[in-house]
């Protein structure tokens, strides 16, 4: 074993040796390797493990050194000082390793983390998808259950050394019924599994580090499963916490399990924040209030358009907005009038009901813009709409296209603002 | 019996008027809506402000719209079938209505419509002018109806699929989309008496047209040569008549939408009651028509909470009838 328990002792040895050895490695590329130097990084890989450098603050048991994120840190710097890659890669050695740590059976361990630290087994990252960028929460690849394990189909972009990688660390979506993030499951999979295809990605700048990944009905095992089924949400999260530790070149979170909790914890303590502040207890302060509504109506709401185009559609059950006003604590009226869907509602249904809120798109990004107060008068003036209670009580909310429409954390966003509002009337 | 049932169809208009603003949601009855519009002329004392705004902002615009609307499809297709004198010419089979919608479709493209409601209305009569225009230019008297019914036909699919072309090429401007596909289903949703202030002139203007037309169309039944003979000048009733349709049809474009098959289904049901001589036929296919479309939109409300397009309705109950048409007539000369 390389190193010493005391850091300073560990940063000099691995200085010594770095200086000893630096001239067998490639230069330092970074987090990816450049396809053309695969096979020198996955020799320096099995160089830094032989000398006891890979993984210093992995288990023993795992192959690791048995030292502390600190000792990894120090790793990271003097190989960075030395202009030598720290590893392999770091969807392997971070993201890969990262997540088997705190959440790979024993099986899996002993299948990957070997391998994984000796530079024999090169990993892609699977996240994310050409509609969805990186907010994982709309996540479209879908995992059908079969048997033992899943059918997964889908495609996935901006994924480095995918034509180099023997396997990748995917995401897929589970439970197609599950409200945007908890749905998604962690999955490995093995790259020469039947059904994935990998094209290269041109670049701006002429190379091409990443590749598409098609995924055809590909059979993936129920031993391939990281964390809890429908639970990949954490793990990714946990994860890519890891990443960005990592990117900032300093500490490694090896508690990254927690750090994924964390993130989690922060959603639903925003959630539950919600919960208690619902206007039950407006309802109670204010006598003449009998419930709470809440309609939308998705037009756009420029004057002129206004006027001559003023068919609306109501999100009634099953959209998002359905989701923003149960955790914001509103009826969403036409979802208790029985309608599911983005429906056409005639502008007098609209003013029958009544509703106490009228929930808008602001075509700005923020609540404070100009153009979302400018929203709210517009639409409260229309004809026949100025007699309801929203139109008179301030109730029309313009709210953020943006978290209005969204499947992600701008859900919760967009709650929080429906809320705060509401409680201020 | 021709003559005993058009007095009696001067009652349908108000009870359909009657009917429509007593449909719909709200619990609000013919009662209640009467008492309504009596408060706004100073006969009762107003009611509750929600009910005042459903039906003196909502309802009767709408209504009132559809009134005007019928009426003028209707006679803009009386119009064209005393012009081509074919029973079954209508705007909407001879690609009129098309052109109407691809100029406005071009406007929407180039937000013309926000230098004015006036834009839309009047970029639709040009459209449908221009189709109209065109067909004349192309039709000659001795010409069977096949080619003039396959002539509008052409001219109308041009139109869409300029019109879809317009909208692909727009396809990243997901608000064109939305706008183009609800008008080109038709509908009354969301008018008000604005709408039906820009709708008033250029209708108005049609029927008065119309009217003033009515001798030289009933002429004009006898045959080209019979009418020039007895003094009818073709050329400018043609052109008359082309900007009386243009305004009729484009009006009635701009402000609701594409309506089918009004053109076709009215004239004919008026044409059994009152004859073929135009000075009955006009005013009864107008009453017919706005009695029509009133109660088109009021079933289109009545029937589910989800509005129902009101061209949808007409289109399910005019194409079957055109085809009952042409299996009893064929494609004969009238």
Not at chain 1, 374 to 383: D, H, K
Not at chain 1, 412 to 420: G, H, N, P, S, T
Not at chain 2, 97 to 114: D, R, Y
Not at chain 2, 253 to 258: E, F, N, R
Request: charged residues 15%.
């Amino acid at each position: 074993m390389a190193g010493d328990q005391d850091l300073d002792a560990f940063r000099v040895d691995a200085a010594a040796w770095l200086a000893e050895h630096r001239k067998g490695a490639p230069p330092d590329y970074g987090a990816i390797v450049p396809p053309e130097l695969v096979d020198p990084a996955k020799a320096w890989q099995r160089a830094l493990f032989d000398a006891g450098w890979a993984g210093p603050h992995w288990p023993v048991a795992d192959g690791g050194g048995g030292l502390t994120p600190d000792h990894q840190a120090v790793w990271l710097e003097e190989a960075a000082t030395a202009g030598v890659p720290p590893f392999l890669n770091m969807v392997g050695l971070v993201l890969a390793g990262g997540a088997l740590l705190a959440f790979g059976t024993d099986e899996q361990r002993a299948d990957h983390l070997g391998p994984t630290l000796r530079g024999e087994r090169v990993w892609c990252q699977l996240f994310s998808e050409p509609g969805s960028g990186s907010d994982l929460a709309s996540l479209a690849t879908r995992a059908v259950p079969d048997g033992d394990g899943w059918v997964v189909s889908g495609q996935k972009t901006w994924c480095s050394n995918g034509r180099v990688a023997d396997w990748g660390i995917l995401l897929a979506r589970t439970d197609a019924d599950a409200a945007a993030h908890r749905g998604i499951s962690f999955l490995l999979l093995d790259m020469a599994s039947p059904g994935v295809e990998v094209r290269p990605i041109r670049q701006m700048t002429g190379g091409s580090s990443f590749d598409e990944v098609f995924l055809d009905e590909v059979h993936v095992p129920a031993s391939c499963l990281v964390g809890p089924e429908h639970g990949g949400w954490g793990v990714a999260m946990a994860t890519l916490t890891n990443e960005r530790g990592h990117i900032g070149a300093l500490a490694i979170a090896v508690d990254a399990a927690a750090a994924g909790e964390q993130a989690i914890a922060e959603l639903d303590a925003r959630l539950a924040a919600l919960a208690t502040r619902r206007p039950a207890t407006l309802r109670s302060a204010v006598a003449a209030v009998t419930a709470v509504t809440a309609v939308t109506a998705v037009t756009a709401v420029t004057a002129v358009t206004a006027v001559s185009w003023g068919d609306g559609y109501a999100a009634t059950g099953g959209t998002t907005f359905a989701d923003i006003a149960a955790a914001a604590g509103l009826i969403n009226l036409p979802e208790q009038a029985g309608l599911s869907g983005h429906v056409p509602v005639a502008m007098e249904q609209l003013v029958a009901w009544d509703p106490q809120v009228i929930v808008i798109s602001c075509p700005a990004a923020l609540p404070d813009d100009p153009a979302c107060a400018a929203a709210e008068t517009n639409f409260a003036a229309r004809p026949g709409l100025s007699a309801t209670r929203a139109a008179r009580d301030h109730g029309v909310i313009a709210i953020p296209a943006r978290d209005l429409g969204s499947t992600g954390e701008g859900m919760i966003v967009a709650a929080e603002l429906l809320q705060a509002r509401v409680l201020a009337l | 019996m021709r003559l005993r049932l058009a007095p009696l169809s001067l009652l349908l208009l108000p009870a359909a008027l009657l009917l429509a603003l007593g449909t719909g949601p709200g619990d609000i009855g013919v009662g209640e809506a009467l008492q309504t519009i009596a408060s706004h002329l100073g006969l009762a004392a107003p009611g509750p402000g929600l009910r005042d705004a459903i039906v003196w902002d909502l309802r009767l615009p709408r209504a009132l719209l559809a009134a005007l609307i019928g009426a003028a499809l209707a006679c803009a297709g009386v119009l064209t079938q005393g012009l081509f004198r074919n029973p079954l010419a209508d705007p909407g089979i001879l690609g009129v209505s098309a052109g109407a919608m691809l100029a406005a479709v071009i406007g929407f493209m180039f937000g013309a419509e926000h230098h004015g409601l006036w834009v839309t209305p009047l970029l639709a009569a040009a459209g449908a002018s221009l189709v109209l225009l065109i067909l004349l230019g192309l039709h000659r008297a001795q010409q069977s109806l096949a080619t003039l019914l396959l002539s509008g036909f052409a001219l109308g699919t041009l139109c869409a699929a300029i019109a879809t072309l317009c909208l692909a090429l727009g396809a990243q401007r997901w608000d064109l989309g939305i706008r183009v596909m609800q008008w080109s289903l038709g509908s009354f949703e969301g008018r008000t008496w604005i709408h039906l202030g820009w709708a008033l002139p250029p209708c108005i203007i049609g029927l008065a047209l119309a009217t003033w037309l009515r001798r030289d169309l009933d002429t004009l039944h006898l045959g080209h040569d019979i009418a020039a003979s007895l003094g009818v000048d073709l050329t400018r009733l043609r052109r008359r008549a082309v900007l009386a349709v243009g305004l009729l049809v484009g009006a009635a474009t701009a402000l609701s939408g594409v309506i089918g098959f009004v053109g076709l289904l009215v004239p004919h049901l008026a044409r059994m009651i009152s004859g073929p001589g135009h000075r009955r036929l006009l005013p009864l296919a107008a009453l017919l028509g706005a009695v029509l479309l009133v109660l088109v939109d009021s079933l289109a409300r009545a029937v589910t909470t989800v509005v129902l397009p009101p061209g949808v309705l007409t289109s399910l109950l005019g194409a079957p009838l055109f085809l009952w048409l042409l299996r009893r007539r064929g494609l004969g000369d009238p």
